[in-house]
């Protein structure tokens, strides 16, 4: 019994060190994508009750993150308004990769 608690803590050891060892920094804070009818979902409770959002845009090189208010365009057309970066985001569904309420 004492050896399979070892060798089980030895491969919980061995596994936790190759995923630190091989990830990838540059992944970290980046968010899997969500499913659609998930984001229409989260999509449509921060539109109807004018949460702020934060969301990770799925961009042709690389992903970005943005946050503030949403408004619909379109049935799958977003537009997100950063008041504090001065930015505004004409989004499609398709371009969402993950949104969340902010704090």
């Not at 980046?30 to 959002?53: G, K, S």
């Not at 845009?57 to 997100?80: C, D, F, P």
Request: net charge positive; aromatic share 10%.
């Amino acid at each position: 019994m004492e050896n399979l608690q070892q060798k089980h803590q030895f491969t919980n050891l061995v596994q936790n060190s190759y995923r630190k060892f091989f990830a990838d920094s540059a992944l970290e804070g980046i968010e899997p994508q969500m499913p659609t009818f998930q984001l229409q979902q989260f999509l449509a409770q921060a539109t109807q009750r004018n949460y702020p959002v934060t969301i990770q845009i799925n961009g042709s090189n690389a992903i970005y993150e943005s946050s503030g208010h949403l408004t619909v365009l379109t049935k799958n057309r977003y537009v997100l308004t950063s008041p504090h970066q001065n930015v505004t985001h004409l989004l499609k569904l398709q371009d969402i990769r993950f949104i969340k309420k902010m704090n």
